[in-house]
T-cell receptor, first 113, second 121 residues
Framework: QKEVEQNSGPLSVPEGAIASLNCTYSDRGSQSFFWYRQYSGKSPELIMSIYSNGDKEDGRFTAQLNKASQYVSLLIRDSQPSDSATYLCAVRSFRGSARQLTFGSGTQLTVLP | EAGVVQSPRYKIIEKKQPVAFWCNPISGHNTLYWYLQNLGQGPELLIRYENEEAVDDSQLPKDRFSAERLKGVDSTLKIQPAELGDSAVYLC???????????????????FGPGTRLTVL
């Protein structure tokens, strides 16, 4: 089992729809969770961080965390073609004394005009 | 505020040659990370520095990879000799050490540089 799992996609949604991206993780001790956006040929860009159970909203983005289910998601409302990218889920897990950010393989999102 | 700076952006070398990558983190960020990213995968940590100390290098292939951060600011990652399988994007990231109330575990968000795309022929 991978430490952080995401559906690789591709996920296609029409412009204006809600895109829902999901991520599960295996380390129950994880406390910090992040979503990065990565355009093709570019480096990851941090778009959301969440540390507590529940929802966190920032503009068109909402991150949702459920530690009991070891599940974190990202909702993108009013999706735009410019949102087309790979979305990486990252979890700060603990290996011994090391605090390590572990990434999923990413979900490729395409927003169709 | 300047972001994480990396150079070169692209490097093409023949196998068995040495190669080095350079990173300058965001000013004031004392934690520096080197990641490797293969196509279609998420970044994988190679080494993490707290100031000048390498505190997590368990994923670094030490037979051919080395890294240093002598003055606790800039860092260099070296591969000698390079192999075909080393072709990937090498990413540098940095973060500040926050208060526990900031992020829940005392570490703030990581910000990535543009990366170096290495091709080994």
């Amino acid at each position: 089992q991978k430490e952080v799992e995401q559906n690789s996609g591709p996920l296609s949604v029409p412009e204006g729809a809600i895109a829902s991206l999901n991520c599960t993780y295996s380390d129950r001790g994880s406390q910090s969770f992040f979503w990065y956006r990565q355009y093709s040929g570019k480096s990851p860009e941090l778009i959301m961080s969440i540390y507590s159970n529940g929802d966190k909203e920032d503009g068109r983005f909402t991150a949702q965390l459920n530690k009991a289910s070891q599940y974190v998601s990202l909702l993108i409302r009013d999706s735009q073609p410019s949102d087309s990218a790979t979305y990486l889920c990252a979890v700060r897990s603990f290996r011994g004394s090391a605090r390590q950010l572990t990434f999923g393989s990413g979900t490729q999102l395409t927003v169709l005009p | 505020e300047a972001g994480v700076v990396q150079s070169p952006r692209y490097k093409i070398i023949e196998k068995k040659q040495p190669v080095a990558f350079w990173c300058n983190p965001i000013s004031g960020h004392n934690t520096l990370y080197w990641y490797l990213q293969n196509l279609g995968q998420g970044p994988e940590l190679l080494i993490r520095y707290e100031n000048e100390e390498a505190v997590d290098d368990s994923q670094l292939p030490k037979d051919r990879f080395s890294a240093e951060r002598l003055k606790g600011v800039d860092s260099t990652l070296k591969i000698q000799p390079a192999e075909l399988g080393d072709s990937a994007v090498y990413l540098c990231a940095s973060s500040s050490r926050g208060r526990r109330g900031t992020s829940g575990d005392g570490y703030n968000e990581q910000f990535f540089g543009p990366g170096t795309r290495l091709t080994v022929l």
